[in-house]
């Protein structure tokens, strides 16, 4: 089948750099890398970015999650940016500018980028799912669940998968993988049973990360007393040892130097154990021999050595990157790729097959904790206030 080809832009928000991917067809032919701090300081350079590379469509950073959206279907896309999106408020960015969170600066040039491309694209921008969202996973799976994996992780996911196929050559419904998404600040684990997301852990619900404390004990909420929106980016080892480059938990772990020998073990073993956690729910799990490393971290030789130790009966292989790519991650890869199919082009097939396009509903959907019941109404509320035709689920 030929497909006309369509230049789509897709923008990957990272926690270090912003990475701004141009597809047509099946092949990378923009990629630009941006450090977030810098972005922070001038929000500009990412409107350049997307506006030099004169795009078909563009993908905007998705965050949490939204069922498929179009521009022209978004009301007011800085609320929509930072009330479904960001899960956050106008209220918490300023409390978050207060007490100098670059992530709430970062949610501002989000929300003032959308707000750009919807003007200038309309129909032609594209929202994305997170993981929650999709139908590929059961109910069951997703209770009390609200990040099982942001929309980067799908995107990371959705190219792991292509490229394992076409490296392999089977079909879609072959690919029987776990995909392991290795992020500057978060993790995810991710299984893939013939070539749908069945599961996953990440964010806040997988193991310590860099940033995150991961699965929080709730003792440690009950006795906290009032948490910020901020708050869910902080406790991992870079805060508890107070550095903040993995190289130096590297150089410690090989130097058998404490604490930070022991708190980079514990970053390692807690991703083995998010793995071996989504294992289990294969319906054969001997047939899921591959794992296929993704993100900013999966790139670190020693973080590999130790997982190939913890799961010695497993392959683990680094994801292969869509031709034309050298500098892109896999997530902005996937964010280009996955509204390069959405736009009925080449990944069509994949973004079908993966029930992307059917995705519905709100991240807060499953929630079940009754001190969570106003946020979950509220959000349904806004999400049907804030979008033109929202895709609840029946």
């Known amino acids: 089948m030929v497909f006309e080809a369509k230049r789509v832009v897709g923008i990957d928000p990272g926690t270090k750099s912003f990475d701004v991917v141009c597809v047509e067809g099946s092949r990378v032919v923009y990629e630009k890398s941006i450090d977030t ?70 949610y501002v040039a989000m929300a003032k980028l959308a707000k750009h491309i919807v003007g200038s694209y309309g129909s032609r921008v594209f929202f994305i799912p997170s993981i929650v969202l999709l139908p590929t996973i059961p109910f069951y799976r997703k209770l009390n669940k609200i990040d099982m994996g942001t929309a980067d992780k799908l995107a990371a996911t959705f190219i792991a998968i292509h490229t394992f196929a076409k490296d392999k050559g089977i ?137 190939r130790e913890y799961l010695p009966d497993m392959e683990i292989r680094p994801c292969g990157m869509l031709e034309g790519a050298s500098i892109s991650k896999e997530a902005g890869q996937g964010y280009a790729a996955i509204g390069e199919g959405l736009a009925g082009g080449y990944f069509s097939k994949l973004v079908k097959h993966m029930g992307i396009d059917k995705a519905c509903g709100t991240v807060a959907d499953y929630v079940a904790h009754p001190r969570a019941e106003e946020f979950k109404n509220n959000l349904v509320k806004r999400y049907k206030e804030l979008v033109k035709n929202p895709r609840l689920c029946k």
């Open 171 to 307: 079909d879609y419904s072959d690919v029987n993988i776990i995909v392991a998404e290795l992020g500057y600040g978060y993790n995810a684990a991710i299984a893939v049973e013939n070539g749908e997301i069945v599961d996953a852990v990440g964010g806040t619900t997988a193991s310590i990360g860099t940033l995150t404390a991961g699965s929080l004990d709730l003792e440690i909420v009950a006795h906290a007393g009032k948490w910020e929106r901020w708050d869910v980016f902080y406790g991992g080892i870079f805060h508890f040892a107070k550095a903040y480059d993995l190289n130096i938990f590297v150089k410690a772990y090989e130097n058998s130097e404490e604490p930070l020998a022991s708190l980079f073990t514990s970053f390692v073993e807690g991703i083995a154990k998010d793995i071996a956690k989504v294992k289990t729910v294969f319906k054969n799990p001997k047939k899921v021999e591959t794992i296929v490393l993704t993100g900013r971290h999966s790139k670190v030789p020693l973080v590999v050595k130790l997982l």
């Open 37 to 106: 701090v810098e972005l922070v300081k001038k929000p500009e350079l990412l409107i350049d970015a997307v506006n030099e590379v004169g795009a078909d469509y563009v993908v905007a950073p998705s965050g949490y999650g939204v069922p498929v959206t179009r521009g022209d279907e978004v009301f007011d896309a800085e609320k929509f940016t930072i009330e479904i999106l960001l899960l956050s408020s106008e209220e918490d960015i300023r409390r978050g500018f207060e007490l100098g969170e670059i992530g709430a600066q970062v």
